[in-house]
């Protein structure tokens, strides 16, 4: 096979980067001196995290001239996320440190006022020379495509300033902000998307930089996207309830208010419901065009070592195939090995993203984390899990799960929590409620409200809430609409509203009644009542943005 080098300096979720490398014909050869730099004939630089921690960790590793050397032979040259961002002049997440200065405009934080940041999900990239109505692109870019973005900060677009130097560009369009999100020029390829989570649009770019297709004339597309306006599609996300079942093998199951064991039928007797394999079905669910597929790992494996849980090797294999970004949760905190050694959450994250995830999901810990937070007086300690994962790999690879339950009361006075009123009464008639965050799967309930952690985890650094709803967990009677409008005041990160889809009405009522940036769905999707597909094509009809996936089969 082909070769090309890449250079890891996190040593992190690049997993899925060299399997989509795989995926279209090449080899990786990584990158662990300097030295090795004058043997690259082909070179990505892969990047997540912040961009002072990526210059600074190239830096120290003496790779910055060798990286400029490769560059200027006219050797070709892929940056992509924070690699892209290292050609520019430098950043404001990190104003003392400077880029590699290829491209002389500067990284600026994307404006929060009426958007989530960071901006996470499918965006287009637009060449600025032939719009939405051309059909040839630079490296295989589509018009009509949609990438997957996960970043707070852009090189906003000013028109034909750098195409007067000789780049070609592509954009795309957040709330009102226009970005870049390709650029070329010569032997420099480089996108602010993640390729290798961009289904099969993804991989084309990435196949035509390794095979030198610079510029290509693609079979001109039906469905061409829009104009420029807001590109950010509707994020569809199938969510994947791992657990062991009973002779334990690792099996996807589904609470009905987080109760996985059968009441009736053939099953009773309170088996864990078992509704298949973890690879396969995320593979389907990816087939049917999921914008992401997350697993939640719902067993704490107590007699196994870390290093051998079993969801290491689902994530592996999936990630194989499933080329749409992978969130694991369930587990991920500070953790004593069964030998004794104790093992930080950071590294247990690692492992994930090693394995090919690119976030974590943390629930349980994250309520402690909170209690601790308020009961400090609001003091960051820099090493809670949250903290120490975002700072590492940056805040968008770190999700906070949330599994609320309503808490009802007369009047707000009746409680110190955030109250909100609400259209539905319960049976005693009261009208006011507050969420109640719990832990260990809703087992357990704690004195701390949805607001309150949803603020505390954005404080800590979190990048987006993956809100669960314990009383419409199963219930197939739609979202808990008030819950995702009251987190959405709360926080500015981006929230994935769960919990109670049972039909693509449910999707598109959540899209249209709250400001939720994602909606996920479950058990509709296991009992294979709809398929991920038909929930995006009325979502299509019904006028929402939604990714193409087509092309993904
Ligand atoms: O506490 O960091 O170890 O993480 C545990 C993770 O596992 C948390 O994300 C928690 O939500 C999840 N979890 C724990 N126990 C259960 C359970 O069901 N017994 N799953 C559980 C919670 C919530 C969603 C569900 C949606 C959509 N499930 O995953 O898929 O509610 O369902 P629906 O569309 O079928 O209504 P830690």
Known sequence: MPTVHMLDYVAGNVRSLVNAINKVGYQVEWVKSPSDLKNAEKLILPGVGHFGHC????????????????????????????????????????????????????????NADFKSVPHIGWNSAIDTKIGSSGNQSFYGLDASSKYYYVHSYAALYTPGLLEEDGWSVATATYGNEEFIGAIARGNVFATQFHPEKSGQAGLQTIGAFLNGDCFQTLAPRTSLSPGKGDGLTRRIIACLDVRTNDSGDLVVTKGDQYDVREKDGVDAGGRVRNLGKPVDMARTYYEQGADEVTFLNITSFRNCPVADTPMLEI??????????????????????????????????????????????????????????FYATGEKLTGNTAIESISKAYGNQAVVVSV???????????????????????????????????????GRESRDLDVWQLSKAVEAMGAGEILLNCI???????????????????????????????????HFAEVFESTKTDAALGAGMFHRGEFTVGEVKNYLSNRGFLVRDFEADR
């Open 55 to 110: 210059l600074s960790q190239l830096s120290e590793g003496g790779y910055l001239d060798p990286i400029k050397q490769h560059i200027t032979s006219g050797k070709p040259f892929m940056g992509i996320c924070v690699g892209l961002q290292a050609l520019f002049d430098g950043s404001d997440e990190d104003p003392d440190v400077p880029g590699l200065g290829l491209i002389p405009v500067r990284m600026h934080k994307f």
């Open 403 to 441: 599994d609320p339950k309503r808490v009802y009361v007369s009047r707000p006075e009746d409680t110190k929590h955030h109250t909100i009123k609400t259209k539905y009464p319960n049976a005693a008639g009261q009208n006011y409620c507050w969420y109640q965050c719990t832990i260990k799967g």
């Open 471 to 505: 009383d419409k967990d199963g219930s197939n009677s739609g979202f808990d609409l008030e819950l995702i409008n009251d987190v959405k005041t709360a926080i500015k990160i981006p929230v994935i509203a769960s919990s109670g889809a049972g039909n693509p009405e």
């Open 315 to 372: 994530l592996k294999r999936t990630s194989e195939t499933v080329f749409v970004p992978l969130t694991i949760g369930g587990g991920i905190k500070d953790t004593i090995d069964i030998d004794g050694t104790p093992i930080s959450a950071l590294d247990v994250a690692t492992m994930y993203f090693k394995s090919g995830a690119d976030k974590v999901s943390i629930g349980s810990d994250a309520v402690i984390a909170a209690e601790e």
